[in-house]
């Protein structure tokens, strides 16, 4: 059953690089709590108490709105084969756009991606795991080359021009910084 634990020990470390999707949640002292899954090989284990993962362009930008306003995140992941498990870590977090440098220095634990917009780094002071026997067996066919496909196309040019016009705030009217 539940288990909870301060730092990310290294059984849980294995179960993370295995897994192929992960759920970001985050909130604003007000509006909405946003939930954002997240795929492609962009979550790294820095070390027991800190994550990064690489947001890419999106439709929207609720995770880096609400982390100027509130740094506390919740990352979840579901065991969708072998043996039943979900995991929580929770935290706060920084976020890293390309103007700043530890978003360089981070950059280099991920593939080239067009379209990355920004680095989260989490600072995580609890483990929780529970026992996911109600999570589906689902098997992994691939990822999905849409996003990719879609950066690439757009170019720098465009991906920057998508940022102005659909990511520089919030569903809920809140900043979001990604052109400061």
């Keep these: 059953m539940g288990k909870k634990i301060d730092y990310i020990a290294p059984h849980i470390m294995e179960f993370i690089k295995k897994q192929h999707l992960f759920f970001v949640g985050t909130a604003a002292s007000e509006g909405r709590v946003n939930v954002s899954p997240k795929g492609t090989d962009s979550f790294r284990v820095i070390n027991k108490n800190k994550i990064i993962w690489l947001n890419l362009t999106g439709s929207g930008n609720e995770t880096a709105a609400h982390l100027l306003q509130n740094t506390r995140m919740t990352i979840m992941f579901c065991a969708f084969e ?45 483990v929780q795991t529970s026992c996911g026997f109600g999570v589906p067996f689902m098997d992994f066919k691939e990822e999905r080359p849409t996003l990719n496909e879609w950066a690439i196309q757009k170019g720098e040019d465009g991906i920057k021009q998508y940022w102005t016009d659909k990511n520089t705030e919030s569903i809920d009217g809140f900043e979001t910084q990604i052109l400061d």
């Design 82 to 126: 072998g043996k039943p498990l979900i995991l929580r870590l929770y935290g706060n977090a920084t976020i890293f756009h390309p103007r700043d440098e530890a978003f360089h220095t981070y950059s280099t634990h991920f593939p080239d991606a067009v379209g990355s917009r920004q680095i989260i780094e989490m600072d995580v002071d609890l």
